[in-house]
């Protein structure tokens, strides 16, 4: 079936999601995401408890979390720790490639 | 349709148990890991070997590919025939239990998958407990000039919709995407209502577009780079001159005596996000052709004027 309407989606960041939208997103429950920010694995971009709020950066560190839990059977802090040192793989590359520009 | 064969994906024997499949599967997730490896390659491997283990760590699914298969190779039949053979062997009680597993959805099941396992073997009961649809995931790559100056791209998503029979079965959807101005990379864009189908009249779930960009993908800052063309006399006495930023147009004070190749950084002023990127503008001196009109003439007087006290070769024999 095609589609030819085009499309306007809203750019998380300048629309950040709600707990359960990012759980959903995440197809996790939201007891999952509470677990983690408890922990401090996972933090919000803004807000605080039941009113928290999360935008891109979030949203891909929790999908990682869960890819790393879900593939590995890794537990949540090991998890965490991977998905730390992608995050600062990937700064270093970006300021590499800021460097060689 | 060509037959996929799970085990050979996997490099896995046809009796592999339960344990070795999660082990196979564990490696190659890890060596093909999109942080570890973004070839176009290892991309395409993991999305079989992610079709391959939802069958294969699937009792009741592998059992009914293992039948399939057993036939496949025992008559070695072009592989046309194998999508009836699989639709006779759903129609005998195997009832599709769901999505895929949540996060391997959306980047695309193969079409011997989706003749497999992508149809339910019931249509949906009129009176079935309302669920919203799953939320589904996409990395869209585009240019970096396409965040620049925004731009309308297509993207092809599979997800699970009633049939024109009520039955739940994977469905491609074409999609007509406007890529908003001054999108970064790792940021999503989010279409409501576009992901998997609701059950029971519940709405649809959402689709996600994570955005990376061609060349780098991942790795790329939000900072933004461009070259900027200065006159000579711009660039010795200073101007004010109009660049454009995601954001759109800026007037820039160049400071005198800029130099060619000098960066002139504007803050926040590169691709959105938090924090936003900065715009990085090389200074590059255009000179204007001799050939210009009364371009000779002033050459000429500039030489005469300056050239006893500018030596542009001096700081360099200096060196």
């Given amino acids: 079936m095609n589609d030819e309407a085009i499309l306007t989606g809203l750019v998380i960041d300048e629309h950040t999601l709600s707990l359960d939208e990012l759980a959903s997103a995440c197809g996790v429950p939201v007891d999952w995401l509470h677990q983690r920010l408890e922990a401090g694995l996972l933090v919000c971009c803004s807000g605080e408890g039941l009113s928290s709020r999360f935008a891109s950066l979030q949203l891909r560190r929790a999908r990682r979390l869960v890819a790393m839990e879900r593939d590995f059977d890794a537990n949540q802090e090991l998890a965490a720790l991977v998905v730390d040192l992608f995050e600062e793989v990937q700064k270093l590359r970006a300021e590499l490639d800021a460097r060689a520009q | ?319």
């Fill in chain 2, 1 to 319: 349709m060509r037959f996929e064969d799970y085990y050979e994906v996997m490099g896995l024997k046809p009796d592999a148990d339960g344990p070795a499949i999660k082990q196979a599967y564990r490696r190659l997730a890890r060596l093909n890991h999109p942080d570890l490896n973004s070839s176009a390659q290892a991309h395409a491997l993991m999305v079989k070997v992610n079709e391959a283990y939802e069958v294969l760590s699937d009792p009741q699914r592998r059992a009914a590919y293992d039948g399939v298969r057993r036939r496949h190779r025992a008559r070695n039949a072009p592989t046309a025939g194998v999508g009836d053979d699989m639709a006779s062997d759903w129609q005998q009680g195997f009832r599709f239990a769901g999505a895929p597993s949540a996060g391997r959805t959306g980047e695309g099941f193969s079409d011997f998958f989706t003749s497999m396992f992508g149809r339910a073997a019931k249509p949906e009961r009129a009176d079935a407990k309302p669920e919203r649809g799953s939320d589904e995931h996409i990395t869209l790559t585009i240019d970096a000039a396409d965040a620049l100056q925004g731009a309308v791209r297509s993207v092809t998503v599979r997800t699970l919709a009633p049939d024109e029979q009520g039955h739940r079965a994977v469905t491609l959807r074409r999609l007509q995407v406007q890529i908003p101005k001054g999108i970064a990379a790792g940021q999503h864009i989010r279409l409501t209502g576009q992901g998997a189908a609701g059950v029971g009249g519940a709405a649809a779930g959402d689709l996600y577009l994570e955005v990376q960009f061609k060349q780098g993908a991942l790795t790329q800052s939000r900072d933004v780079h461009q070259a900027l063309p200065l006159a000579p006399w711009e660039a010795a006495l200073g101007a004010e001159v109009d660049a454009t930023t995601p954001a759109g147009p800026v007037s820039v004070s160049v400071p005198p005596d800029t130099p060619h190749g000098k960066r002139l950084r504007l803050k926040g002023r590169g691709l959105g996000g938090e924090p936003a990127g900065d715009m990085v503008l090389a200074v590059e001196v255009v000179l204007p052709p001799s050939t210009l009109p009364g371009a000779r003439a002033a050459y000429t007087a500039m030489a005469r004027s300056l050239e006893k006290d500018f030596k542009p070769r001096a700081a360099a024999a200096d060196h």
